[in-house]
Structures are given as structure tokens and as C-alpha cells.
């Protein structure tokens, strides 16, 4: 078909018409073209006169096209913008398709995180004016031992404390719930002292709250009780006539009197029940530091003003007590006290590995952004006799500029929605892995003020991005920037390509280098020995509430007939009971009489982490005996009057003998037990925590027929074979000893192993997570440039191979190319890497900041999988036939 | 009717040549004798307001010819009024018109 003269000057002005009406506006003009031309061939006048009209007539068409292209943008204006850029994009899924998959993922990431960090930490503690609750707490031996708050403390708070509207105390407390006589269940909750509900300022949603008549001492058990709106639903059926009733709860009948709203929960959304604390001021201890203590800032109070009242009160406590020993020993150990924000406490060891992951994902953003602001200088470079033409004819700098704004926009959008789609996803896999002690998980949602961060990354993103070519094409000298980048290829578009690339490597490494630090953590932490064998041992709790048994012989001879009958059953290769498996944190910490180490008053007390054992424990739980032996039926205050001490502990206080004989308090005056064995050291608080000296008590302790045993002991198993099928035979063996006495939290100890690497391993996969995906969106960014530079460069290339390079130069040419710029992000990385690590100090354990083997590995493994990423493109290069690339030409 | 433009002699002059069958923008370009450059942005203008209304000559007679097929103008209801309008506004434009050569602009099915 046949074009007339002046068809290119259409072709060139059909730029200028918006991208929607181009075509047909394009064709119109062709046909009108042909038509004439046609007519004029007819007529005999094909010269170049006739030519030169037709091509003036052609002419015209430019300014049809100005005023098309002013007529998309004044009528509808940015909507037409909008329009045109999501045709383009349309046009060009692959670009579009990556593109917005990057984005979709760096913003998705971003978000997930922001939803973690702000429901964890950013959010307020669900309580009315929640800013003015604070956590007390105390201090002992510089520092060494973190205490809560005891009773006496408590009372001599309350009066004299100005400053504070309410204090309160609460304390872990259980019950056995035996509505259905065959199903005993056991639920947790908190002793609270009434002014509880008053310091938190929630009230109960039916009935009332604790007054002081429910908390008063009388010696026996409290006899009311308010549910959690949860245990209200499930073990009462939500019925509202419950307020009033008694039920046996523990074997003490209790009269429920309220039910708090939905929701609520303190200090853990799980929290089922609340009894009254009772304190008796008459004997209120006031060094027993038993409960967490919580307060209400009055008008004007800051933590920090309490701290310094309650400090002054704490200097003064011999005014108050004259004479009283425990005052005396509070000030030997150096009490001291803490006011903090209550959220603070709560959350307070999570925030530092949230705010590193958020930091983590927020560079995760800035690789994809790279990656994007690549394919776009790339595409705006395709456009650019486009751009040219317009600047030509006098296009404004705006009117250049704003179809990359609008491409950049819908890109952003897309990506955008999209990634709040990947959040959400992500938010649900993260908090399903994450470990159950990170607190406030459960409030973790996306909601409106996570969506505004979305919005606010995505924009953020768009700058970032979309900045290039505005900056690029924005300037004043356009027309003649053009020119030369048109004619020289422009080395500036490389180097800003160049620079994104050593950007992204760099900012790779940094999260690689995290991860890594992460990995040896969880390595370190794995390999460090327990003190135990966690392979097939299975442990329960059993509380036997004083309701059920109350004479506290009986109670332990229950323990001891338990393990008996555990012992016979078939497959069973050791059975005994502890206060608190190791792993579990410390259930004891107190000072220390050891006969032959007697201290002065003026001496600090010798303190040690104490717990309660009875015989068979060493054996099942796989604690090595080092010395001696471990506990045997018949030890205990009611019979032999033994003990036995960890390794640490008797090396501290006996190193050049044997601990064997010496003799340790056991409560009462001249009361003595004996070191009967010395055992392994365990880990009590956790892997990261070095193990501490440790006591082991006898279960039973007590003189002269008053005897008391631990009442809460932790049983433990160890079977052949899996021991989670144990289970059933524990649960039918401790019915048939006392049907209304429940097992709870059953584990295995090799999930108790893992509790405690949980967090370690959690900030671990979502480093390793974020680091893949950063080190894939790099490679992509290497590939996509050195592909770039192959395609533009293939006619030199050719001009190479034709003078006599052979394919192995041209390849090493290329991936030369893209080592150098590896290399130099993989220094860049390294040092930032040395500096942005110390944040990570906190979190790691058993390796260096700063650890070469892991900045080795990690640069090397980096620098070589960058040469590989270059290597796919170099081959391309190496393939180029010289007599092809130098034809097309 | 409305006046979302203002009836100036290249608009009324436009609408007559399409009223009197120069249907093409190069034939109302011939047939109005305006400079080039102000025709098509007329046109366009016109369409946008629901004046004229454009469409496509049919393929297969264009592929005949060997050329490809025009896009081709024609009054609206809106239009005719319109065109009534101007012609009353320049009634002297009634006398530059003359129906087009049939044999060398044919006219679309």
C-alpha cells in the first residue's frame, strides 16, 4: 500500500497525541495522505512540486497533534495521564508484571513488619490512658537479681506514695475446674489485690469487683472469684445468671461475683480467673518479693519522679521498721527500685529484634525500589525520540515529565495493593511462627493505621523510584540534553545505572551479613549443653490445692506414689518430679545458709537459685551426677535430711574439696540437710543464660512433725519411644490416684528445647527470609544491567571479534564488568555492614558482631554468585557474530 | 442550545463543507480554502462536542483502491442545527458551496 510524502512527519508527530488515540489518529492522517497522493499520481502530478505540497499539507498534522495532546491533558487531565499509563503498562507486561511484583513485595514486607511493630510496641496497652501505668519493680545485688515487689513493700507504698493515684499487686495463681466431674481441666489466672481493676480502670462487664471484704485475711483460701469473659463462655456456658453461684473450684467452694468485659486480660490476654490477694499487715513480708507490682501515675508524675519517691522511701525503710532483720538485708543486698512504662515492661526484650527486622525489610524496600527505578530508566530511555520531538515543538517540562509521574503512579498503586494482599498473607505465616513469648501477639492486626504506612511507603517507594527520570527529564536545558544524550549514548545513564547496582549489592550484603550473624547465634545457642537429655522425657504440672489434699504429707506422698506407679509402667525408663523443669525459668532465688560459710550482718547473704526435687528426678531428666548420688526414696526433711547442690555451686564454695557432707540450712533453726550429691549444672533461664549455682531441695521439708512440701511440681518421664504417646498413661495414672486433680501444660523436653531457641530462630528465618529475597531482587539487578550494557554495546562487541578477540576475552570483558561492580557493593556492604551490626549486639549469642567468618563467607558467596548473574550475559556477548552486529548497524 | 463554543467563520465554514458532502479532512481542508493547520483542530473540536461524528469508510472498497481507508465526517442532529445556526450567523457561505465532484470523492456507503 502506497504512503504519501509526508508520512514520516505524521509518524513523528503522532508521539505528541496522547498514547490512547494514537493510532487512530495516526491512521486518519496516513489514509488522508495516501488518498491525496493516490489523486495527484492520477492527475499526472507526481513531481517533486507536487511533493513538496502534499508534504506541507502533511505538516499541518503537527499541530492537530499539539492540540490533541492539550486537549487529553486540559480536559480530563490527570485521569486521561492515569489512563494512557495503564495502556502503556499494558502493553508492556513483562516490565509491568516485575515491576509490580517487586514493589508488591518490598511494600508487602514492610507492611507485615509495621503490623508486628505496631501492634507489639506502637500501640497503646488496651487500658484507658494507658500512658500513665507503670511497672514496679526492684533490684537487689547491683543489679544481679531482677525482684518484683513484696507484700510490705506493697502496704508501705500505698500510704505513703503521693504521686501515684492506685498501686496494685498481682500474682500467678491456678485452678482445677471439676464442673465435669470425668474432664478436670486446669486454668491460670492472677491473685490481684482489688485496687487491680481501679489502677487498670476497667470494671468488670457483669457483677462487681474485688472490695476489700473479699481480700480479707482470714487464713484460708478466697472464697469469690471473677472470669475472664473466655473461661465465662467456655466452662459456663455465657450464662449471665452465674453471678451469685458457687462452684468447687480447687476443692474450695467459690462464689463467682463478676465477669470482665471481652478482651480484656492482664497480664496476658490469656488470663482466665482473678482471686483476691489477701495481705495480712501484721505479717507482710517485707523482703519476700513475690508479685508484680503495678501503679496508676497521679497528675504530673513521670516514672521517673516516682522512682526517685519510692527510692527515697526505700532509704528510709529503717525509720519505718526499727530494728526489723529484714530491713537490715535489704540493705545488704543494695535494694533498689525500677518505675517503668508499663508497656515498656511488657514488651520490653521483643522491641530491639522488631525494630532491627523493620530496619531489615524498610532495605529490603530500597533493592526493589532500585530494581524498579532500573526498568524504568531503561523504558524511558526507549522513549526517547519521543521526549525529543515534544521538547522539539515546545512541550513544558511538566508536560514531559507527567506521563512518567502517572506511570510511576499506577505502578505505585498496584504494587501497593498488592503488597497489602502479601502482608496480610504474611502477617498470618508470622505470627503463626513466631514464638508464643513474644507479648501482645494477639493484638497484632491490619488495621487503619497500618494501611496509612502502607500508603505512606508506597508514596515514599514512588518517589524513590519514579525520582530518576523526572530528575532525568525535568530539567530546563531538555531539548539540548537530549541532543547529546541522544548522540552519545549518555555515560551518565550508566553511571546512575551503575551506582543503583553497587547500591543494591551493598545493601544485599548488609542483610546477608545479618543473617548470617543470626544462623551462628542459632548454631551457637543449639550446640550449647543443656545440662540435660531433652530425648524422650515428657513433663506435666500437678497442683494439688489444699481443697483436694490439705494435709501437706499426704500431698507430697502423692508425688512419691505417682512416680512409683509411672516407674512400673511398661516402656518407662525413669519417673521423679521437680518445682520447674530446666529451660522453664528460675522458681526460686533467695539467700543461702551454708554451715561452714557463715555470714556477718554486714556481709552480702550467699544467693543461689533454689528448687525442690523428688527422688528419681537426676535419672529421668538425664542430669549427670558428678559427685555422690542423686535423691533417693526416703530423703526429704520426714526422713533423710539430704540435699544436693549443682556443680557450679559446690566448686564456688568448696573448690579444693568435696562438696559431699558439708550441710546447708534447711529452714527451720538448726535445721540441717546434708550435700548428698553434687550434679551437672543446667540451664534454668534459657540457653542464652549462663547456667546459675543451683539448691535442690528435698520436696519435703520441716521439723518436728510440721512438715510442708512443694504443692506445684512439675513430673517428669523419660520412655522409650515417643514420649508424647505417654500422655494418656500419666493422665489415667494421676485419675487413679485423685480423679479431680488435672495435668496441664504437658511438653516434651525437647519442646521445651526449642521454646528456648524460638526467638533466636524466628529473628533468624525472618533474616534469612528478608536477606533471600534482598539477595534475588540484587542479582536481578546485576542480570538486568549487565544484560543492558551486552544489548547496547553488541556492535562494539562485533567490532572486537571481527579484529580478533576471541569469545573467552569478550566474555571475561563482560563479567569483569559486573565483578567490578559486585566488588565494589561488596566492600561498601562490608562497611557498612561493621557498622550497622552493633545494633544487633543484643541479639546474638556466641558470635562476634563483627565475626570474620561470617563477612567472608557471606562477601564471598555474594561476589560469586554476582560473577554467575553477569556470566549469562557475557555468553550472550561471546555468541555475537560479528558479521550480523556490524549490519545492523 | 448550548454555546460551549463560539460560532466563529472557520467553525461555520467547516460545518457547511460537511453539510454539502466534503466529508474528509483534506477535502473540507480543499473546500474551505482555511490554512491548513486550523482545519483538523476544528474537526476534532466539533466531534469532541457531539457535533459531528466520525467513523470509518469500509475496508474492503478501500483495499480496492489499493489505499487505506479513510475516517470520514458527518452532521450530527446537534450538527444540523448547528450548521442552521451558522449559516444564519455567514449567510454568504451558502453561495461558496457546491455539492463535491461524485466521481472523484466517493461519497461512503
Redesign the interface.
Known amino acids: 500500500?502506497?504512503k504519501g510524502p509526508g508520512s514520516w512527519l505524521v509518524d513523528a508527530a503522532s508521539l505528541l497525541v496522547p498514547s490512547g488515540r494514537r493510532d487512530?489518529w495516526r491512521?486518519?492522517?496516513?489514509?488522508?495522505l495516501?488518498?491525496?497522493w493516490?489523486?495527484h499520481a492520477r492527475q499526472g502530478e507526481s513531481g517533486l512540486g507536487a511533493r513538496l505540497r502534499l508534504t506541507?499539507?502533511a505538516?499541518?498534522?503537527v499541530?492537530?497533534a499539539i492540540?490533541?495532546r492539550r486537549?487529553g491533558m486540559t480536559?480530563t487531565g490527570m485521569w486521561n495521564d492515569v489512563r494512557f499509563a495503564l495502556r502503556g503498562l499494558l502493553r508492556n507486561p513483562g516490565f509491568t508484571a516485575i515491576a509490580v511484583l517487586t514493589l508488591a513485595l518490598g511494600i508487602g514486607a514492610n507492611t507485615a513488619v509495621f503490623t508486628l511493630v505496631d501492634g507489639v510496641l506502637l500501640s497503646p496497652l488496651p487500658f484507658p490512658e494507658s500512658d500513665r501505668l507503670v511497672s514496679i519493680s526492684h533490684l537487689g545485688r547491683d543489679g544481679q537479681d531482677k525482684l518484683p515487689v513484696s507484700t510490705g513493700l506493697y502496704l508501705l507504698y500505698r500510704e505513703q506514695v503521693k504521686s501515684m493515684e492506685g498501686i496494685a499487686l498481682h500474682q500467678g495463681a491456678g485452678l482445677n475446674l471439676a464442673l465435669d466431674e470425668n474432664d478436670p481441666i486446669r486454668v491460670d489466672g492472677q491473685f490481684v489485690t482489688p485496687s487491680f481493676f481501679d489502677v487498670l480502670e476497667v470494671q468488670p462487664a457483669l457483677g462487681r469487683a474485688f472490695t476489700g471484704e473479699d481480700a480479707r485475711p482470714t487464713g484460708t483460701p478466697p472464697t469469690t472469684v471473677i472470669l475472664s469473659e473466655g473461661l465465662w463462655r467456655r466452662a459456663f456456658g455465657a450464662d449471665p445468671a452465674v453471678i451469685g453461684r458457687s462452684f468447687v473450684m480447687s476443692g474450695t467452694n467459690r462464689t463467682v461475683v463478676g465477669v470482665m468485659p471481652a478482651g480484656f486480660g492482664y497480664p496476658t490476654r490469656a488470663t482466665q480467673f482473678y482471686l483476691p490477694l489477701a495481705i495480712d499487715p501484721a505479717t507482710a513480708p517485707i523482703a519476700g518479693f513475690s508479685a508484680d507490682g503495678i501503679a496508676r501515675l497521679g497528675p504530673g508524675a513521670t516514672p521517673e519522679s516516682l522512682g526517685k519517691e519510692l527510692t527515697g522511701l526505700i532509704a528510709r525503710l529503717p525509720e519505718f521498721y526499727p530494728g526489723n532483720g529484714q530491713v537490715t538485708f535489704l540493705a545488704s543486698v543494695g535494694l533498689a527500685v525500677t518505675v517503668s512504662d508499663l508497656k515498656e515492661s511488657i514488651v520490653g526484650d521483643v522491641t530491639r529484634a522488631l525494630w532491627i527486622l523493620l530496619g531489615t525489610v524498610a532495605f529490603v524496600l530500597l533493592i526493589a525500589c532500585a530494581n524498579v527505578a532500573n526498568l524504568f530508566l531503561v523504558r524511558a530511555e526507549g522513549r526517547h525520540r519521543e521526549l525529543a520531538l515534544r521538547a522539539a515543538v515546545g512541550a513544558s517540562r511538566a508536560a514531559v515529565i507527567r506521563p512518567f509521574v502517572a506511570e510511576t503512579g499506577v505502578l505505585a498503586l498496584l504494587g501497593g495493593a498488592l503488597g497489602v494482599a502479601v502482608a496480610a498473607a504474611a502477617v498470618r505465616v508470622a505470627t503463626a511462627l513466631a514464638p508464643s513469648d513474644i507479648p501482645r501477639l494477639d493484638e497484632v492486626a491490619i488495621d487503619p493505621r497500618v494501611l496509612g504506612f502502607t500508603a505512606a511507603v508506597t508514596l515514599l517507594a514512588a518517589a524513590l523510584f519514579g525520582m530518576l527520570p523526572v530528575i532525568r527529564y525535568g530539567r530546563a536545558d531538555l531539548s539540548s540534553q537530549l541532543k547529546e544524550g541522544g548522540e552519545r549514548g549518555g555515560t551518565g545513564r550508566h553511571r546512575v545505572r551503575h551506582a543503583l547496582v553497587i547500591g543494591q549489592v551493598a545493601l544485599a550484603l548488609v542483610l546477608l551479613v545479618g543473617s548470617g550473624l543470626m544462623l551462628r547465634s542459632f548454631v551457637a545457642l543449639r550446640s550449647v549443653d543443656p545440662g540435660f537429655d531433652p530425648e524422650g522425657v515428657l513433663t506435666a504440672r500437678i497442683v494439688i490445692p489444699n481443697g483436694e489434699i490439705s494435709d501437706n504429707l499426704a500431698s507430697a506422698e502423692f508425688f512419691r506414689q505417682l512416680i512409683t506407679r509411672l516407674e512400673a509402667q511398661p516402656g518407662v525408663e525413669g519417673a521423679g518430679a521437680v518445682r520447674c523443669v530446666p529451660l522453664s525459668g528460675l522458681c526460686g532465688l533467695g539467700d543461702v545458709t551454708v554451715e561452714d560459710h557463715p555470714r556477718g550482718d554486714d556481709e552480702m547473704p550467699i544467693m543461689a537459685a533454689q528448687t525442690s526435687a523428688e527422688f528419681g528426678y537426676f535419672e529421668a531428666m538425664g542430669i549427670d551426677v558428678i559427685e555422690g548420688r542423686g535423691f533417693e526414696r526416703g530423703d526429704g526433711a520426714d526422713g533423710t535430711p539430704a540435699v544436693v547442690v549443682s556443680e557450679s555451686f559446690a566448686k564456688r564454695w568448696w573448690p579444693n574439696g568435696s562438696a559431699l557432707g558439708r550441710r546447708i540450712g534447711g529452714g527451720g533453726p538448726d535445721q540441717w540437710l546434708e550435700i548428698v550429691g553434687v550434679v551437672a549444672d543446667v540451664h534454668q533461664e534459657g540457653l542464652d543464660v549462663p547456667a546459675q549455682d543451683l539448691v535442690y531441695f528435698p520436696a519435703v521439708l520441716g521439723a518436728n512433725g510440721q512438715f510442708f512440701g512443694s504443692r506445684t511440681m512439675d513430673v517428669v518421664v523419660r520412655v522409650a519411644g515417643d514420649p508424647t504417646s505417654f500422655l494418656p498413661v500419666l493422665r489415667r495414672e494421676v485419675q487413679a490416684l485423685q480423679p479431680r486433680i488435672p495435668i496441664s501444660n504437658p511438653r516434651t523436653m525437647t519442646e521445651v528445647f526449642a521454646t528456648s531457641t524460638a526467638r533466636t530462630s524466628f529473628t533468624m528465618v525472618m533474616l534469612a527470609t528478608a536477606a533471600g529475597t534482598a539477595l534475588i531482587l540484587g542479582l536481578v539487578g546485576i542480570y538486568g544491567v549487565i544484560s543492558y550494557v551486552v544489548s547496547q554495546r553488541t556492535r562494539e562487541i562485533g567490532v572486537r571479534m571481527a579484529l580478533g578477540a576471541s569469545a573467552p576475552a569478550v566474555r571475561g570483558m563482560v563479567v569483569r564488568q559486573g565483578a567490578v561492580l559486585a566488588g565494589v557493593g561488596v566492600v561498601l556492604g562490608l562497611i557498612a555492614s561493621a557498622w550497622l551490626s552493633r545494633v544487633m549486639g543484643s541479639l546474638l549469642f556466641g558470635v562476634s558482631a563483627r565475626d570474620p567468618i561470617t563477612y567472608g563467607g557471606v562477601a564471598a558467596a555474594l561476589a560469586l554468585v554476582a560473577v554467575l548473574a553477569s556470566w549469562l550475559p557475557a555468553r550472550r556477548a561471546a555468541g555475537v557474530d560479528p558479521a550480523i552486529a556490524l549490519r545492523n548497524e | 442550545m448550548d454555546r460551549e463554543y463560539s460560532m466563529t467563520y472557520p467553525t461555520a465554514a467547516v460545518l457547511m463543507a460537511i453539510r454539502h458532502g466534503h466529508r474528509y479532512g483534506f477535502d473540507v481542508m480543499d473546500a474551505t480554502g482555511l490554512p491548513d493547520g486550523t482545519v483538523y483542530p476544528i474537526l476534532r473540536r466539533l466531534e469532541r462536542r457531539g457535533v459531528l461524528t466520525a467513523a470509518w469508510e469500509d475496508e474492503a472498497k478501500a483495499h480496492r483502491e489499493q489505499r487505506p481507508a479513510r475516517r470520514y465526517y458527518r452532521l450530527t442532529a446537534k450538527g444540523q442545527a448547528t450548521a442552521d445556526e451558522a449559516l444564519a450567523r455567514f449567510p454568504a457561505l451558502r453561495r461558496i458551496f457546491v455539492a463535491p465532484d461524485r466521481g472523484a470523492d466517493p461519497r461512503p456507503a
Open positions: 500500500m502506497t487512530q491512521r486518519e492522517w496516513e489514509a488522508e495516501a488518498w491525496a493516490q489523486r506541507v499539507r505538516a499541518s498534522c499541530t492537530d492540540h490533541e486537549e480536559m
